[in-house]
C-alpha cells in the first residue's frame, strides 16, 4: 500500500459503490472499511476488488466490507476527504503542525475554524447588511423583525464556544457531545449572568473569578485539549460497567469548573493588567497607545483579552461621554477587511476568494472579522501582519486628533458617525492609511497560493460528525500510520530468537489454537491479511505477543496493532466483528505510540458478555507483513497459555 493514492482509492471505491447518495455510513475497524449501502446491488463488487490498495470485499452483517489492511485509516480519512460520510473534514495526522510555536499555534487555530468558516462568512455578511439597513433607517432596532434577524445573525458569534466545541473535539481526539455540554456550560445564561456579579463567586469556597464566554475561542480550544486527556485516562482506568456514562460526567463535572477557575482567570488578569498599560500609555503618549489599540486589538480580539478592555470603554462612556481607547479600533478592524479584499483579488485560490470576498464586506461594514481572519488572513499570515501595521499606524493617527466613541458600538465603517469626539477628519484619514497600508502589502508581498490548495479548504458546511469513539468515527488513534516513530532505548529488549534470526510470536491469551484457515471470518482465513493463528480464549486477558510500539490501538479494544524493532508487523484481532460492540465489554490498557513489552496488557476483555452478545471470541493474530519477511511459521494446534510461542518468524 506504500505506493497507492489512497485519496484515488477511496474515490474508487465510493464510484464502484454507487456513489455517495447510496451509502448511509461509513466506518471501520482495523482491516476493513465497512460501509451501509442503500441498495447492494448498485455496488459492483468486481470493479471495487480491483480498485488500486482494495484486497478483498465481503458482505456480512448487513455490512458491505471492503478490506484495505492496515492502512484502513488513511482510506477512510481519505474518504472524509472526497465526502461527508465519515464527519471528518481534514486528515487528522499524529504529526500535526510543523514550524515555530507561532506557526503552529496559527495551523492549529486555523484548522479548527475550518469546517464552520463558510457559516460564519454567510451570517458576518447578513450582519454587515443587518446594520446597513439600521444605519440607513430601513429597520427599526426595536422591532420584532430586527429582533430575528439579529439573532440569526448573530446567534453562531454568540454560541461561538459550542461550535468550536465540535471541531476542537475532532482535532484533539475528544468526544464531541461532552465537548459541547462543556461549551454550552460556558455560555450558560446563568454563568453569562454571573460575569456581571457585584458579590463574590466560589465553587465549594474557591474564588472563582468570572469573565465573558460568549463570542470566546482560547478557553474553549484549551479545554477540549485537556478534555481529550482526561477522557482517555478515565477511558483506560474505570470499569467496562461504568466508562459509558461515567467517562462523560466526570469529565463535564471537572472540565467546567476547571475552565472557570483557571482560564477565567488568566485571562481576565492578563487582559486587566494589559487595558490598565495601556490606559496609562494614552495619558502621556497618544499615539503609542493608539498604535497599540490599532495594531493589537485583532490579537486582543483573538486570545480573548479584550474584555478587559470593554468595562473601561463603557465606563469612559458613561462618566466622560467618550472613549478614546475605542478611537483606534475603527482603524484595526478596516485594515483586517482591506487585507481580505486584496486576498479575493489576488489569490489564485478561488476558494479562498470566495471566503475573502465576503468576509471583506462584514469586516468593513459590520466590524466581523471572525470569518475573514481565520480563513484567510490568519492561515496566509502576511496579509494578518499587514492588518496589524495598517491598524497600527491608522490607529495612532486617530488618537494623534484625539478620536473616540461617543456611543458603544461595533468598529466598522458603517459605524463612523458614533466616532464623532475628537478630530473626525483625522479619524478618517487614519482609517484610510490603514485600508491603504494592509491592501498594498498584502497584494505585494501575500502568497498567492495555487490552485491546489483548494483541497485544503471546505467545500462547504460538513455533515454533522458524530461522537468520536462511535462507530461511525475513526478510533481514537486510529490515524496512526503503520510506519511509526519508535522510542528508541538503549535497553530496548528483543523477542525470544534463535541464532537463526527466528522471531517467536507469543500467544496473545490463554486457549486452543486453531488454524488460521478454521476461523470463521473468510478475510482473515484467506490468508489475505497475513499468516497467522486463531485461539479459542478460556481468559480475558489479552498481552502483547512481541515487543514493540502499538501503531494502532482501537478505542473500542478488539484490535491491535504492533510492530517490532526488525520490522515484523502484528495484528491482534479479540472476536469476530467484535468491533460492532462499540467497546462494550472491553476495557483497553494501551495508546497508540505506546512502547510495549512482550506479554504487557493489551486490553481486558468480558468474553461471557461477549458470547452473550452472539459474538464469535476467537482471537487472531496476524503478521500482516507476511510478504515481506522470509518465513512465517504457525505451529500446530495445542492448547497454549498467554506467552506461549505460536508463530515463528524469519524477518
Not at 457559516?119 to 420584532?144: C, E, H, N, R, Y
Not at 459541547?180 to 474557591?206: C, E, Q, R, S
Not at 527466528?502 to 478475510?523: H, R, S, Y
Not at 468491533?579 to 506479554?599: C, E, I, N
Request: include cysteine; glycine fraction near 10%.
Amino acid at each position: 500500500m506504500a505506493s497507492v493514492d489512497y485519496k484515488a482509492t477511496a474515490q474508487g471505491i465510493l464510484d464502484h459503490v454507487g456513489g455517495e447518495d447510496n451509502v448511509l455510513s461509513a466506518t471501520h475497524c482495523a482491516t476493513r472499511l465497512r460501509l451501509t449501502l442503500r441498495d447492494a446491488s448498485k455496488a459492483d463488487t468486481q470493479a471495487v476488488e480491483r480498485t488500486p490498495g482494495v484486497i478483498t470485499v465481503m458482505q456480512a452483517g448487513g455490512q458491505y466490507q471492503v478490506v484495505i489492511g492496515n492502512n484502513v485509516p488513511k482510506v477512510y480519512a481519505a474518504l472524509g476527504e472526497i465526502s461527508r460520510l465519515t464527519g471528518d473534514d481534514r486528515v487528522v495526522t499524529d504529526d500535526g503542525p510543523k514550524g515555530n510555536i507561532l506557526n503552529q499555534f496559527i495551523q492549529l487555530i486555523s484548522s479548527i475554524f475550518l469546517p464552520v468558516l463558510w457559516p460564519l462568512a454567510g451570517v458576518g455578511l447578513l450582519k454587515a447588511f443587518l446594520t446597513m439597513a439600521v444605519q440607513f433607517s430601513w429597520i427599526d432596532v426595536k422591532s420584532t423583525t430586527y429582533i430575528i434577524l439579529n439573532a440569526s445573525a448573530d446567534a453562531l458569534f454568540y454560541f461561538l464556544p459550542i461550535f468550536l466545541a465540535v471541531t476542537a473535539a475532532k482535532r484533539f481526539r475528544a468526544n464531541q457531545f461532552t465537548a459541547m455540554a462543556i461549551a454550552g456550560a460556558l455560555v450558560y445564561p446563568a454563568i453569562v449572568a454571573l460575569g456581571a456579579a457585584t458579590g463574590p463567586v466560589t465553587f465549594f469556597g474557591i474564588p472563582v473569578t468570572m469573565m465573558s464566554y460568549t463570542s470566546s475561542v482560547i478557553p474553549i480550544v484549551v479545554g477540549v485539549w485537556v478534555q481529550g486527556y482526561l477522557e482517555r485516562f478515565l477511558e483506560r482506568v474505570l470499569p467496562d460497567a461504568l466508562r459509558n456514562f461515567m467517562v462523560p460526567l466526570l469529565t463535564v463535572l471537572v472540565m467546567v469548573p476547571l475552565i472557570l477557575i483557571t482560564v477565567g482567570p488568566i485571562t481576565t488578569y492578563a487582559a486587566k493588567g494589559i487595558s490598565t498599560g495601556v490606559t496609562a500609555i494614552f495619558t502621556f503618549a497618544p499615539w503609542l497607545g493608539g498604535a497599540i489599540m490599532g495594531g493589537l486589538w485583532q490579537v486582543f480580539v483573538l486570545f480573548g483579552l479584550h474584555w478587559g478592555f470593554v468595562p473601561v470603554m463603557i465606563n469612559d462612556l458613561s462618566t466622560q461621554g467618550y472613549s478614546l481607547l475605542a478611537g483606534p479600533l475603527v482603524a484595526a478592524v478596516v485594515a483586517q477587511g482591506a487585507a481580505m479584499a486584496a486576498i479575493a483579488i489576488r489569490s489564485r485560490s478561488a476558494k479562498r476568494r470566495e471566503i475573502a470576498g465576503p468576509a471583506s464586506i462584514s469586516a468593513l461594514f459590520a466590524g466581523i472579522t471572525e470569518p475573514g481572519i481565520y480563513g484567510a488572513t490568519l492561515p496566509l499570515k502576511i496579509p494578518f501582519y499587514a492588518g496589524i501595521a495598517g491598524g497600527a499606524v491608522g490607529g495612532a493617527i486617530a488618537a494623534i486628533g484625539g478620536s473616540g466613541n461617543t456611543t458603544f458600538a461595533f468598529a466598522s465603517l458603517l459605524a463612523l458617525p458614533a466616532w464623532n469626539h475628537g478630530s473626525f477628519a483625522m479619524q478618517v484619514i487614519g482609517d484610510a492609511v490603514a485600508m491603504v497600508i494592509a491592501f498594498v502589502i498584502t497584494f505585494i508581498f501575500m502568497d498567492r497560493e495555487s490552485k491546489d490548495v483548494d483541497a485544503a479548504i471546505p467545500d462547504a458546511v460538513p455533515a454533522a460528525a458524530t461522537v468520536g469513539d462511535a462507530p461511525s468515527a475513526p478510533v481514537a488513534g486510529s490515524v496512526a500510520t503503520t510506519t511509526t516513530t519508535t522510542t528508541t532505548t538503549a535497553a530496548a529488549t528483543a523477542d525470544a530468537a534463535t541464532e537463526g534470526g527466528i522471531v517467536d510470536l507469543a500467544a496473545p491469551v490463554t486457549g486452543t489454537v486453531v488454524p488460521l484457515a478454521q476461523v470463521n471470518d473468510k478475510v482473515f482465513a484467506s490468508g489475505v491479511l497475513g499468516d497467522g493463528v486463531g485461539i479459542v480464549p478460556t481468559h480475558g486477558t489479552v498481552r502483547a505477543p512481541v515487543t514493540g510500539t502499538v501503531v494502532t490501538a482501537a478505542a473500542t479494544g478488539h484490535a491491535f496493532g504492533l510492530k517490532t524493532d526488525d520490522g515484523v508487523e502484528v495484528l491482534v484481532h479479540v472476536g469476530i466483528d467484535t468491533v460492532q460492540l462499540d467497546g462494550r465489554h472491553f476495557t483497553v490498557k494501551v495508546s497508540t505510540g505506546d512502547r510495549v513489552q512482550r506479554g504487557d496488557v493489551l486490553a481486558e476483555v468480558d468474553l461471557v458478555a461477549v458470547g452473550e452478545a452472539g459474538y464469535d471470541t476467537t482471537t487472531i493474530m496476524t503478521v500482516t507483513n507476511t510478504a515481506a519477511l522470509t518465513k512465517v511459521t504457525p505451529l500446530p494446534e495445542a492448547t497454549v497459555t498467554a506467552g506461549d510461542a505460536v508463530v515463528a518468524v524469519q524477518p
